[in-house]
Structure formats: C-alpha cells, structure tokens
C-alpha cells in the first residue's frame, strides 16, 4: 500500500485546486456496508444531489444487491485484491467532495495507511462526516451502563479485545471531522456530535405503509401476533422476550411470537405490515434503531427501552424523544407491558397511529434531507452551528408540524 501514497499525495493536490460546488456537492457514503448508508443516499440523491454509496460488499442474508451503488468486489478487475482499497480510495478523490463515513473510516482502515486518510482528504479539499453506527464506536471502558457492556459481552465479545484500536479511531475522526452526527442515544464515550437527535435513520415511506392487520384481537377471543428480530440476541434480550411469551401463554393468553431471523428486508416489511399486531424491538439498550422505526412505520406499537434517563433525558429536552410513541420495557417489566398491549386493542390502535404520524414527521426522505443539507450548509461555512436542529423550543424543524399525541408519560404506559 504504502507505494500507492505518492500518487495519492499527487491526486489529492491536483484535485484540491479543482473547483467543485459547495451548494450541491457530490456525496458518498462508505465503506462499510451499513443498510443506513444506503437510505439516507437515495434520500439525497431524491433532492438533486450526486449521492452514492461505495461499501467492500453487503449482506446478501438479509440485504439486496439493488441497495447498493458501487461495490469494491465488483471493481478494478485489472488490480490484485490487495491494492483495490487504495485504488478506490484515490479514486474516490476524483469524483466525491463530501465522505459521509463511520468511525471505521474509508478504503484505506485497514491498511498501512489508515492513519493518512484524513489527511489525504484535507490535502484535497474534501468534507468528513462522521455517521457512528455501533461496534464502530464503542469503547467498551467508556460506556456509562454496565447492563449494556454484559449485552455488548454476549453479542459481540471480541471488541473488548481491540477497545484500544477502536478508541484510536473515535479520537482520530473526531480530531478531523468536519462534523458528527450523533445517530441515537448510542453516543456512549465519543466525546463529540454537532447534532442530536434521538435516532436519525429515516425510511422509504413510500414502501412502509400501513397495513390490514389492525384487529381487535385481544389475546382471548382472537390470536395476537408479537414480531421480534432476534439477530444480536444477547443485545435485544431475545431470551426475555420467549420467557415473556411462554408465560403469558401459560396464563391463558392466545400469542404467537414471530422470530424473524434471517429474514431479508422485504419479507420483514409484509410480516409487519400485514400479519404482526406488535412489534418488541430490543429491551437492553436504551434507545431504538431501525428495526423499531419499521414497527412504528407498519402502524403497529412497538416496543424497545427507554428506561435510563442518563440517555434519554438529554433527548428529551434538548430535542424531540418526548413526541416518540415508543413504549419502554425491560426484562424485568415485559411481561405487564406486554400483557397491556395484547389485552388492550384500542390501545395498540391509539399506538399504531401515533407512530405512523411520528416516522412520517421525523424519519421520512424529506427529514435526512433537512438533517444532511443542513449538515453541508454547516460543513461549508453557512451556517455557525447546528447543534440545536432539533431542539423542541429553538428548533424550526420539529415545530414546522403539530407536536405527536400519544398516550405516554416519558414511554410508559398510564396505569
């Protein structure tokens, strides 16, 4: 790799003087084949801009070759497979201003030169972004709440090992970043964003739409269906939530739980939209991810912690988590809350919809093109700060629309 840096040194002055747009510039979102990347690209690319994503592969279990743009196995036939990263990365120098990227970084992470990345996109000119997803930026010694460093421990035991590795890299981006956007409460010891928002991810809604399976079942007459994705079982809680089930079956209840393992975007959709009557997202974390935004999007109440105010009192008030209809459980309560969804019909319904207003306010096209061109306008000196986007008093967005009605008191349900 390291007899690539002379010509990427050449490309990035050559590029530097090479006047590009700051109004609409050309975007990629990479490397790392996070299914985020590609929603939140094909909302840009919706609104005009040059957006693309550029990941090594996908994950063809659950993801489709159709959501991805450039693929690294599928590129530079005539260059052996060691060199394509840097290729691609001097490439890439050409033909994108803005690197929307993780902590991970571009091409170039894991390479004898992951540490000239940054540099090498400054000596060109280019924006950074920095998107943190996960594994990406947790520092196992830096996160406040022990219960998810066990479930971190369960699910994904081998970071601990390389906690000084991805701590480098947290504080090598967060040094030259020109902005962070914290995508959720998942901001656990990253030490910087430029905006907050209590989950930025945002879907097609044109492809999540509300469904027929609102009923009024209610577990005695009628058979209520709980859907849950247990991929990363020991981080969602999975095992409390097949306890939860089997019990209240043994109280009586008509439930079915559908595990939906393995199962590829588009079956997951159908399943939510039309035969799930509750979605149960995870119970450790505090917070949720995209899994719970598709629960909210299919009409249905979904379920996830929202528990430790250590997260979520700073979303609260400094942005919009108030509005969530998100209903908070742990494993120590899931069995009440879930006994109080499965009973209650018009309760789900009052929930279903809620959410449904709630996803189309917050987690459309249109929101990652308010998030992102803000972001651009910030990157590129138009704007002096973005850190109070989203907040409920100052912030133009989350008042352009009526505030979300729901049932809730901070996610809990109202005795």
């Given at each position: ?10 490309v ?30 094909r ?10 994503t ?5 994950y ?45 970084g ?62 480098k ?5 967060n040094?030259?970043a ?6 959720g ?69 008509n ?107 917050y ?53």
């Amino acid at each position: 790799c390291i007899f690539f840096l002379p010509i990427a040194l050449i490309v990035s002055l050559i590029v530097r003087f090479r006047k590009c747009s700051d109004d609409k510039p050309r975007l990629v979102w990479g490397s790392t084949p996070i299914i985020n990347n590609s929603y939140w690209s094909r909302s840009m690319e919706k609104y005009g801009y040059c957006s693309q994503t550029f990941t090594f592969n996908y994950y063809s279990l659950i993801n489709e070759r159709d959501d991805w743009d450039k693929i690294l196995a599928e590129k530079y036939y005539f260059f052996p497979l060691v060199a394509k990263p840097v290729v691609a990365f001097i490439h890439s120098l050409l033909i994108y201003d803005v690197f929307l990227l993780s902590y991970d970084g571009y091409f170039l992470g894991n390479t004898s030169l992951r540490h000239l990345q940054a540099h090498l996109l400054k000596l060109a000119g280019k924006k950074i972004v920095i998107i943190p997803y996960g594994s990406d930026g947790y520092v196992y010694r830096r996160i406040r709440s022990t219960s998810w460093i066990s479930a971190l421990m369960i699910s994904y035991p081998g970071a601990s090992k390389n906690q000084h590795r991805i701590a480098k890299n947290v504080d090598y981006w967060n040094k030259y970043a020109d902005a962070i956007v914290a995508t959720g409460m998942g901001v656990d010891g990253i030490g910087r964003w430029d905006v907050l928002a209590p989950n930025s991810l945002v879907l097609d809604l044109e492809k999540w739409t509300v469904g027929s399976n609102k009923s009024s079942a209610n577990g005695i007459d009628s058979k209520v269906v709980v859907a849950h994705s247990p991929n990363h079982r020991g981080c969602k809680g999975t095992e409390f939530i097949i306890a939860a089930v089997d019990q209240l079956k043994e109280e009586g209840l008509n439930i079915e739980l559908r595990l939906l393992e393995g199962v590829k975007n588009d079956e997951v959709r159908n399943i939510l939209c039309e035969k799930a009557h509750i979605l149960i997202e995870q119970l450790i974390f505090t917070g949720h991810g995209l899994s719970g935004l598709e629960g909210m999007a299919s009409g249905i109440p979904t379920v996830s912690n929202l528990e430790d105010e250590t997260y979520t009192l700073p979303m609260r008030r400094w942005s919009y988590l108030d509005e969530c209809p998100l209903v908070s459980a742990t494993p120590e309560n899931i069995v009440d809350v879930l006994r109080k969804l499965v009973t209650n019909p018009h309760l789900r319904d009052e929930l279903g919809k809620a959410g449904r207003k709630y996803v189309e306010k917050y987690h459309g096209y249109d929101s990652a093109h308010h998030l992102f061109s803000n972001v651009i306008d910030y990157i590129y000196g138009r704007k002096e700060s973005i850190i109070n986007l989203y907040h409920p008093i100052l912030g133009e967005y989350p008042n352009r629309m009526p505030k979300i009605e729901h049932p809730l008191v901070k996610n809990q349900i109202a005795d």
